[in-house]
């Protein structure tokens, strides 16, 4: 099976794109006019998928909106169909665990095309994701949330901080080529760092829309050798709550307006 990031690569290329569409299907936010389909969070995507997919490099759902039962048959129905339109998904899960219990978190990547992973438990909790090399695998290095700073800047004895030292292992983790760093739009300096630090690791870039991150910096140090997703998930797929309550197709156009706008904004950058 040909690698994530080659597939991505190709998919980059034929839309032109490197936005990653959030699918963060939250329930207390899908409209009124869908709540009484079977599964409205499926019902929401597939609309989404259908307004966004041409300026889609990835599809990106959470899945902290999909964790009961009902949420993942939503979520299983939302990759094949996401998948029926050429588009990899890669699911914001964030785990990682003893290597027992990571080998039953890695099958998630069967069905998911790539996959975020927690650094904080070491090598071996990675391992079960890492020996996966068709998928994609994003080790979270410098979040974009206001405390990322907490643990994440924490100088070392060498006086190196943290997400450099995890920078570099995932680096070194790197053995299939299917390692790539999830670094905050909202860390533009530390972007800057981590670009010359590991030239060669794509980055997924969530943090532009909703949490005001740095567009330009997302693109200049996000890609590598072209490579690399910008997320945004909130400033999509909720864009069209001002649109008339009882007009879907201008909610899901605004969407659709919204991925546009965000590829054209990333591609003046690229
Ligand atoms: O550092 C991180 C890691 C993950 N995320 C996730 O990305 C999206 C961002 O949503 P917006 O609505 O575009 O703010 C969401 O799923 C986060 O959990 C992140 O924001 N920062």
Redesign the pocket.
């Known amino acids: 099976m040909t690698a994530f990031f080659d597939r991505l690569s190709e998919r980059i290329d034929r839309v032109d794109s490197v936005v990653s569409v959030?699918l963060?299907a939250d329930p207390d936010r899908i409209p009124d006019f869908l709540a009484d389909r079977d599964l409205p969070r499926w019902a929401f995507n597939r609309r989404i998928i259908d307004a966004t997919h041409e300026h889609a490099a990835c599809y990106?759902p959470?899945a902290?909106f999909y964790e009961d039962a009902d949420g993942w048959r939503a979520l299983r129905e939302t990759v094949a169909y996401a998948h029926g339109k050429d588009v990899p998904v890669l699911l914001?899960a964030?785990r990682a665990d003893i290597g027992n219990t990571s080998r039953r978190y890695a099958d998630l990547l069967d069905v998911a095309d790539a996959i975020?992973v927690n650094p904080y438990m070491g090598r071996d909790s990675l391992d079960p994701f890492l020996s996966r090399a068709d998928a994609g695998v994003f080790v979270?290095c410098?979040?974009?949330?206001p405390g990322?700073a907490d643990l994440q800047d924490l100088e070392l004895a060498a006086g190196e901080p943290l997400y450099r030292r995890v920078a570099a292992l995932a680096d070194l983790w790197n053995e299939h080529g299917n390692v790539g760093l999830?670094?905050?739009a909202t860390a533009p300096a530390e972007l800057e760092t981590l670009r010359a630090e590991v030239p060669d690791l794509p980055f997924?870039v969530?943090?532009?829309?909703?949490?005001g991150g740095d567009v330009e910096a997302a693109v200049e140090y996000g890609l590598a050798d072209g490579v690399g997703l910008v997320?945004?998930?909130?400033?999509?797929i909720f864009s069209g709550e001002d649109a008339p309550r009882d007009d879907p197709d201008a909610y899901f156009g605004a969407a659709g307006e919204a991925a546009k706008r965000l590829k054209g904004r990333l591609n003046r950058h690229r």
């Open positions: 959030g963060d990106k959470n902290a914001d964030k975020t979270l410098r979040t974009s949330n990322g999830v670094v905050g997924l969530p943090g532009v829309g909703a949490q997320n945004s998930s909130r400033g999509i």
